[in-house]
Structure formats: structure tokens, C-alpha cells
């Protein structure tokens, strides 16, 4: 069973290649407003590596960069937003990103702390017509190859509340996820940065990978 899901995988993620050699990899959105998009550096290709390492799935382990409306982002499936800080997107960005969402591509928000409230004001000029609602620990998500029972994992604490995964969808596909409370990116980020247990490391690189596959096979 496990090589079939693979093989599978392995079809869904050539024909959602965003590369001229169609391995899988990730572009990290760089958005305006002043908030720290490159924050984590070394998160993504920590993650790709992993994915690497524990799937049959091939993956550059180099992120991408891109700008929304640019070339490389509408050449992007999975985009990768976080950071601290403010984040504004222009009318047109906010339609671009629309736009591109609903024609079958798909965004993980992360939030670093301090996000939460610029990004739900951005996100309803995107989306002024959906919620976003929050994925019950039942959710497929946290159980398609890695398996989290109480949902998505706190990876680095900050003020006591309980992580949430929220996501927003379109004709009942999870085209947006917003990880919150939870900073599954210092999980990602090189073990000496943030001085995490290689516990939480594992559970935040674990569902990333969760996240990756989920995605693949909606």
C-alpha cells in the first residue's frame, strides 16, 4: 500500500512541478508592509531535505523566492508566507493571489509571532467572501503519513495559547492553511537557532511533510 501511495504521490507531484525538472520545492512569498518575509533562512530547505530523506518524493532542497504577480509565482503551486511583522498586500496583489489560489494553487501561512493580525486583515481583501475555519484534530492532515493525535504540534512557545491550524477552502479543496501558535518554521530552522529539543524539531519537520503531502493528494 505504502508504495502505491508513493507512486501516486510521485505522478501528482511531477504534474504540480513548479521547476523545469519537476521536483517539488517550495516559494517563499517576499510580500511588502515591513514584516520580516526572509525570517528562518535555513527553514525550507531544512524541510525539503527531510522530505527527501523520509518520502519517495524528489524535491530540490532549495526554496524559491517570488513576488506575488510575478512569473516565478504563478509558476509556484505551493507558496510559503511568514514572518513577525506587518504584511500589505495591494488590490492587485490581493486578486493575483485570488486568483492563483483557486486555480489550483495552494499557501501555508506561518505565523512567527505577530503576524496573526495583519495577515487576517490582508487575507480578507483576498478573500472577502470566506472564513477562515479551523481543522478539527481529526483533520486528515495530521494523520495522512505522520500521525498527530491532538492535531497540529506547539513547536516554540510564546504566550501560552494553543496552537490552531485554519484553513480556507475552495469547492471543498484546502487552498490556504494558516498555521497559529504553533511556529512549525523555528522547528524547521538549523537546531542551534532557537535551542528547540530534537523532539519538537521532529514533530514540527514531521508536519511539514504532512502539510507537503496533503496537499499533493487533494
Known amino acids: 500500500m505504502k508504495n502505491i501511495l508513493f507512486t ?23 510580500y511588502d508592509g515591513g514584516g520580516d518575509w526572509y525570517c528562518d533562512p535555513s527553514s525550507l530547505s531544512n524541510l525539503l531535505n527531510f522530505f527527501n530523506s523520509n518520502t519517495d518524493i524528489p524535491a530540490q532542497e532549495k526554496e524559491l523566492i517570488c513576488k506575488i504577480g510575478d512569473e516565478l509565482f504563478f509558476k509556484s503551486p505551493y507558496l510559503y508566507l511568514t514572518g ?21 494553487a495552494f499557501m501555508h501561512v506561518d505565523d512567527n509571532y505577530g503576524l496573526d493580525k495583519p495577515f487576517r486583515r490582508e487575507i480578507g481583501k483576498v478573500f472577502p467572501d470566506k472564513k477562515l475555519i479551523e481543522l478539527p484534530e481529526s483533520h486528515e492532515i495530521f494523520n495522512i503519513y505522520y500521525n498527530f493525535e491532538n492535531g497540529l504540534p506547539k513547536i516554540h512557545e510564546h504566550d501560552g495559547k494553543r496552537p490552531q491550524a485554519f484553513g480556507i477552502f475552495h469547492e471543498e479543496r484546502l487552498i490556504l492553511l494558516y498555521t497559529y501558535e504553533s511556529d512549525l518554521g ?18 514540527a519537520l514531521k508536519m511539514g511533510v504532512n502539510i507537503i503531502l496533503f496537499n499533493l493528494l487533494q
Open 8 to 30: 501516486l504521490l510521485l505522478i501528482v507531484c511531477l504534474l504540480k512541478g513548479a521547476s523545469e525538472d519537476h521536483n517539488f520545492t517550495i516559494a517563499r512569498v517576499h
Open 84 to 104: 513577525h511583522g506587518n504584511i500589505k498586500l495591494s488590490n492587485k496583489e490581493a486578486n493575483f493571489l485570488r486568483e492563483h489560489l483557486m486555480s489550483g
Open 186 to 203: 523555528d522547528g524547521w530552522e538549523n537546531s542551534e537557532v532557537h535551542n528547540l529539543s530534537q523532539e519538537k524539531r521532529n514533530n
